[in-house]
């Protein structure tokens, strides 16, 4: 099956840092997504691409989907104690529905 | 009050008991799915329905079975559990794909521990 790789796996901020995530994928999508959990609650959709190439934001948050079709990067700008949690990318190609793969998550918390 | 509901939340469980995880939604959504997570392994499907009448295995079906006994009612069953059965599982609902992305919603999760 489809494989999404997340890396890093964890992370830890400063507050007011920027930090980037990416995912990269053995095959196409034709939709990205950017999901966060916080602890004890499900994923909420943070940005959704659906296009090669676009470069969509959300307040502090901007993401790409790559010109391939198989990564996604995600920066978070000015980073600050409440961006901890888990952030998950996914996959969607249309020809599957509407399922999602998701990558293994990427954990972020704030440095000591 | 919250529009994807999971019950229970937490549960424990031994080796070879049947379990039952139930969902309802409020977002008048058709279509509903079931994921368990893992630590470094992201969601994976284990079932999803897109109307009452259509059931679909996903990624990783075996151990597990569905029913979908309304619109708003989608339970997960586990006939007898195992300990690799322990993990974080979530239901979620999306509305019908129009073509473009159709978000999926996803309930609290329920905590599940075999022993």
């Known amino acids: 099956g489809q494989q999404l790789n997340q890396s890093p796996q964890s992370m830890f901020i400063q507050e007011g840092e920027d930090v980037s995530m990416n995912c990269t994928s053995s095959?196409?999508?034709?939709?990205w997504l950017w999901y966060k959990q916080d602890p004890g609650e499900g994923p909420v959709l943070l940005i959704a691409?659906?296009?090669?190439?676009e470069l969509t934001s959300n307040g502090r948050l901007t993401a790409q989907f790559g010109i391939t079709r198989k990564d996604s990067f995600l920066n978070i700008s000015a980073s600050i104690p409440s961006d901890v949690g888990i952030y998950f990318c996914a996959g969607q190609f249309s020809a599957a529905g509407n399922k999602l793969t998701f990558g293994g998550g990427t954990r972020v918390l704030v440095k000591p | 009050d919250a529009d994807v509901t999971q019950t229970p939340r937490n549960r424990i469980t031994k080796t070879g008991k049947r379990i039952m995880l139930e969902c309802s939604q409020t977002?008048?959504?058709?279509?509903m799915y079931w994921y368990r997570q893992d630590p470094g392994l992201g969601l994976r499907l284990i079932y999803y329905?897109?109307?009452?009448?259509?059931?679909n295995k996903g990624e990783i079906s075996d151990g597990y079975s569905v029913s979908r006994q309304a619109q708003a009612k989608f339970s997960l069953s586990l006939e007898s559990a195992i300990p690799n059965q322990t993990a974080l599982y979530f239901c979620a609902t999306s509305d019908k794909s129009g073509g473009a992305y159709n978000e999926q919603f996803f309930g609290p999760g329920t905590r599940l521990t075999v022993l």
């Open positions: 329905s897109f109307d009452v009448k259509d059931i």
């Open positions: 095959s196409i999508f034709n939709t």
């Open positions: 691409l659906y296009k090669a190439g």
């Open positions: 977002k008048g959504h058709d279509r």
